[in-house]
Each structure stands twice: as C-alpha cells, then as structure tokens.
C-alpha cells in the first residue's frame, strides 16, 4: 500500500479460507473482526490528536491501549500498585514492570526524535513512533543503550516480507526471534553461549520481551482476541540470542551490527552425542526438522528454517571440511518427507506447492521442505554438549536482517 501513497491506511484483513469451518467458528472469527473494525474506526477518529506515549512518575499513558485517549493516569509510586494498574488495562504481559516516567523514556530516546514514526503495525494498524517503542522498552527493563537493537528489530518487523500481520494473528505459536550479530551486541551483554535460549542475560530478556509488549500495546494482538494462537508459546515473552561468533568456525550468519528477526516456533532440541561426523550430525538434525505436524513446507514459496548449532557440533560439522553453504545444502537436500506419508495428515491440502511439485505422482519421491538452500538459515549458538535445535518457522513469514544505528538516527 506505501507504493500507492497510503501507507497508513487502516485495513480489515481476515486471514486464512473459511472452507471447512464449523458455523461457531465462522461466526466467532465475524465478531472478532467486526470487533478489528470498530478499533479502526476509532483509530481514524481519534488521529488528529498526537498520541502521547509518556508519563508522570508511576504513570503511563492510556494511549498505549487507546488512540482515542490522551489523558495520562496517575498510580501511586509502588511497583504492586502499578502492576495492578497496567493490568487491569492490558498493558503488561503478566510480568512486574519498570514504570515509564517521562524520565525514563527521554533517557531510552537518547535525544531522538520521539515523534518519528516507523509506520504502522498490525493487527490494529496503529502508528508505530519511537516514543511507543522507548515506553515499552522502558517497561521491559531494557538500558537505554540497547534501544538501538529495538527499534532496528521493528523495523524489520514491519518489513512486508515478515508479514506481520500473519506473524501476529495466527493460530500458529510462532514468535519473532531476534538474532544479534557484530559487536554492539556484545557490549550490550547479549548472550549466544550456553543457555542463550533460556534465563539469565537482562539483555536478551528485556529487549525480547520490549518486542512482544510493543507487539501487544502497539499491535494490538492480545491472546484470543487478535493473536488467535491456539496455545500460544514460552518464546512468546522473549525471544532473543546473540549468534556465539567467538565458537562459531564459520563467518558469522550476518555482518556487522546486524539483527535478524525471523519469525520460528520455539526450538526443537536435536540430541547426538553419537556420531562424529558431518553426515552424522546433520542427519539427526535433518530427522528432527521433519514431521506431519510441523508447518515446514506445506506453504512451500515461503517456507524457511533455522538451523541453530552447538559448538560442539558446529566444530565436528566444519572438520570434516563442511562450509556454512554446504550444511545449507545437506539440509535443504535430507531435510525431506515422501509424498505418501505427507498425503497422510498434517497440513495435506492446504499446500501452496509450484507446479512441478504438484505434478508429483510417486509416493516414494523426497519433497523439499523449504525452496532452496539460501532458505536454511544457520547459527552457531549455546555452549559446551552435544546438543543443537532446529526452529521451523511460520511458512508465510520470511527473516529480515537490518542495521543495528547506534547514533541518534
């Protein structure tokens, strides 16, 4: 819509055919977007008035949940008493919080124009300014010196090959993930060792938990209301790993100050503590991508995976001569189910193959799981055992990787 110079447009998208759905869930999917609708309107009623994203101490702006609202609030300077507040409006994640005061997000802004907006963000449409993205960050406990990563990441959220929409209104439990290259992230403290994925590192904490309130307050998607997840996912609160350069024998997956936002569901842990060779390693690998129940392949033109390596196997993998676009290749060429069994169950008939797959007819013939090699995405992360994880992603959502600016831009 930004090439036909409406790039703020509000818009009503119902996603996924209704062929097959039970009268209640036609009707229940009516009345959500009738509910998307009324939200637009008042949106569009309410946008001539600049939506204030600060607050007096212990105190955040409605407008957070409300575009119409301007008025601040006023909460007692004590974190239970602001909790209670920001949830009873929707506007935290179950979480204890940091309340912005005006203070805090001029300090995450670092004098940059709060004002400045990314674009809009789905499934509300709303405006996306950098003032929005400093409050959240303040909430989520980021330093100010890791806004920067932030604002890089939703911005190539917003990117339209991430389709974010999707990403944020599936029944899918996927969530964005936040890879972190070059040094900046390291000074930051975010971590790509052992435990990456898990607790323990305030910066991979707070800046994947500043994307998913900015998701939720900006977005609008709210679990069962918008973000129509059916169970949802732990990844959902915070997703985001540096890339463990330092054990990685390979270029890292990204130059530079680089993040890498790709929408996955949560990792599948691959355990080989056996083999001792590249073919080994990346066979086990290849079977744990694999599975009837897996979104992999059945929207085949955009489907991706991601293939996150120990060390330990990164290491075994590239002594036995392996360069990053080789373990690209293997998996692109092993990572396959026959026709037949996909024709079982799992997603058969909702594929959106190209014509020479559909021509297929031999229930023996191996179907690719992603388009091409250049589709496999792989990243040495974690610490010392023998353990790696494939992360398949939402098959209508495609990475997007972008500069990381630390100056005042």
Same mark, same amino acid.
């Given at each position: 819509?930004?090439?036909?110079?409406?790039?703020?447009?509000?818009?009503?998208?119902?996603?996924? %055919?209704?062929?097959?759905?039970?009268?209640?869930?036609?009707?229940?999917?009516?009345?959500? +977007?009738?509910?998307?609708?009324?939200?637009?309107?008042?949106?569009?009623?309410?946008?001539?008035?600049? *939506?204030?994203?600060?607050?007096?101490?212990?105190?955040?702006?409605?407008?957070?949940?409300? %575009?119409?609202?301007?008025?601040?609030?006023?909460?007692?300077?004590? %974190? $239970? +008493?602001?909790?209670?507040?920001?949830?009873?409006?929707?506007?935290?994640?179950?979480?204890?919080?940091?309340?912005?005061?005006?203070?805090?997000?001029?300090?995450?802004?670092?004098?940059?124009?709060?004002? =400045?907006?990314?674009?809009?963000?789905?499934?509300?449409?709303?405006?996306?300014?950098?003032?929005?993205? +400093?409050?959240?960050?303040? &909430?989520?406990?980021?330093?100010?010196?890791?806004?920067?990563?932030?604002?890089?990441?939703?911005?190539?959220?917003?990117?339209?090959?991430?389709?974010?929409?999707?990403?944020?209104?599936?029944?899918?439990?996927?969530?964005?993930?936040?890879? $972190?290259?070059?040094?900046?992230?390291?000074?930051?403290?975010?971590?790509?060792?052992?435990?990456?994925?898990?607790?323990?590192?305030?910066?991979?904490?707070?800046?994947?938990?500043?994307? =998913?309130?900015?998701?939720?307050?900006?977005?609008?998607?709210?679990?069962?209301?918008? *973000?129509?997840?059916?169970?949802?996912?732990?990844?959902?609160?915070?997703?985001?790993?540096?890339?463990?350069?330092?054990?990685?024998?390979?270029?890292?997956?990204?130059?530079?100050?680089? $993040?890498?936002?790709?929408?996955?569901?949560?990792?599948?842990?691959?355990?080989?503590?056996? !083999?001792?060779?590249?073919?080994?390693?990346?066979?086990?690998?290849?079977?744990?991508?694999?599975?009837?129940?897996?979104?992999?392949?059945?929207?085949?033109?955009?489907?991706?995976?991601?293939?996150?390596?120990?060390?330990?196997?990164?290491?075994?993998?590239?002594?036995?001569?392996?360069? =990053?676009?080789?373990?690209? =290749?293997?998996?692109?060429?092993?990572?396959?189910?026959?026709?037949?069994?996909?024709?079982?169950?799992? &997603?058969?008939?909702?594929?959106?193959?190209?014509?020479?797959?559909?021509?297929?007819?031999?229930?023996?013939?191996?179907?690719?799981?992603?388009?091409?090699?250049?589709?496999?995405?792989?990243?040495?992360?974690?610490?010392?055992?023998?353990? !790696?994880?494939?992360?398949?992603?939402?098959?209508? !959502?495609?990475?997007? !990787?972008?500069?990381?600016?630390?100056?005042? *831009?």
């Amino acid at each position: 819509m930004g090439a036909q110079g409406v790039s703020a447009l509000p818009l009503l998208v119902v996603e996924h %055919p209704l062929g097959g759905e039970r009268p209640e869930a036609i009707a229940r999917r009516a009345q959500q +977007a009738f509910e998307q609708l009324s939200a637009l309107i008042s949106g569009a009623a309410g946008a001539g008035t600049k *939506d204030r994203a600060t607050a007096a101490t212990a105190a955040a702006h409605a407008g957070l949940a409300d %575009p119409a609202t301007t008025d601040p609030i006023t909460v007692g300077d004590d %974190p $239970v +008493a602001i909790l209670d507040a920001f949830t009873a409006r929707n506007w935290a994640d179950g979480l204890p919080i940091i309340a912005p005061t005006e203070e805090r997000v001029s300090a995450m802004l670092g004098g940059r124009d709060g004002a =400045r907006s990314l674009g809009v963000m789905p499934p509300l449409w709303r405006q996306v300014t950098l003032e929005k993205l +400093a409050v959240n960050a303040v &909430m989520a406990g980021c330093e100010p010196r890791a806004f920067p990563v932030v604002a890089a990441a939703v911005d190539a959220m917003l990117d339209r090959a991430f389709n974010l929409y999707g990403v944020q209104a599936t029944t899918h439990p996927v969530a964005p993930l936040l890879v $972190v290259n070059g040094p900046y992230g390291l000074e930051l403290g975010l971590h790509g060792g052992s435990g990456c994925f898990g607790p323990g590192f305030r910066a991979n904490a707070t800046i994947g938990r500043a994307i =998913r309130l900015i998701l939720l307050n900006v977005g609008g998607a709210w679990p069962g209301r918008y *973000d129509m997840a059916t169970q949802g996912s732990p990844a959902k609160f915070s997703f985001c790993i540096a890339e463990n350069e330092a054990a990685s024998p390979w270029e890292p997956m990204a130059s530079g100050d680089t $993040v890498t936002v790709y929408g996955g569901e949560p990792p599948h842990n691959v355990n080989d503590h056996v !083999s001792t060779s590249a073919s080994g390693i990346l066979t086990t690998l290849c079977d744990t991508a694999v599975s009837l129940g897996s979104n992999v392949g059945w929207y085949f033109a955009q489907s991706q995976l991601l293939v996150a390596l120990g060390p330990e196997h990164a290491r075994t993998i590239a002594e036995d001569g392996f360069a =990053r676009a080789d373990v690209q =290749r293997f998996v692109y060429e092993h990572a396959r189910l026959p026709l037949g069994r996909l024709k079982l169950a799992g &997603m058969w008939g909702m594929h959106d193959w190209p014509a020479w797959m559909n021509a297929v007819s031999d229930p023996a013939a191996l179907m690719p799981q992603v388009p091409s090699p250049d589709d496999v995405y792989v990243v040495v992360a974690g610490g010392s055992g023998k353990h !790696s994880a494939v992360i398949p992603n939402c098959t209508f !959502s495609r990475a997007v !990787s972008r500069p990381i600016r630390t100056g005042r *831009d």
